[in-house]
């Protein structure tokens, strides 16, 4: 177990939260895995995806639910949850999908990913009328791992934008 205390977020944490997915997602996809986005293509990802005006919106519609770590008051993770958009034959927007799960590279590996899609689960079981689904990058091994331990499979596969870019991604599902 992790030291972490996990807790729903604030809307003045829009601005935190931002920054955090942000830094995260340039440490995974850029740094890690060596993602070549086109620059214009992750600015506008970035202006679009990890604004505080755009984290704010988020925070505020009453659809979907965020969580944060923190460790000394520190956010250091968050997941967030709503209504499925992910493109399956069998996905409705009244199914439950995971949006974001997001843990600080320097906080990883210490379970406070799995706490967090714990508590996203039982959100998600709760705020669903079929399977529970993830979009998930193809080469994220990480991440799959740890959502099959948790039952997921994988039931199709998109393309993502990133700009004009578009990412290989994985659907899976649960249910
Ligand atoms: C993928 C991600 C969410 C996982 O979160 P995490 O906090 O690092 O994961 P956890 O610590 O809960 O579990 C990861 C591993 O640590 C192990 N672990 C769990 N609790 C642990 C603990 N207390 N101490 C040490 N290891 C632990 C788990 O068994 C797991 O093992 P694995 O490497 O074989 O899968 C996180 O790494 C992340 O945010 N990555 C960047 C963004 C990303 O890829 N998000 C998912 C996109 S869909």
Known sequence: MSDAEIRPARLEEAEVLAA???????DTFIHEFGIPY??????AYMDASFSAEATRKRLL?????????????????????????????????????LRRLYIAKRAQGRG???????????WMEAHTDGPLWIGVWSGNLKAQRLYAGYGFTKAGEYKYPVGTW??????????
């Open 20 to 26: 955090l997915g942000r830094t995260t997602f340039i």
């Open 112 to 122: 406070i990913g799995t706490r967090l899609l714990t508590t996203a689960l039982t």
């Open 61 to 97: 519609d009453s659809s979907q639910v965020w969580w944060t770590a923190s460790i000394d008051g520190e956010i250091v993770g968050f997941a967030n949850a709503g209504p499925n958009t992910l493109p399956h034959a069998d996905a409705r927007a009244s199914h439950a999908e």
């Open 38 to 43: 086109p620059p214009e293509d992750l600015a």
């Open 166 to 175: 578009y990412d290989d991604e994985f659907i899976l599902r649960r249910g």
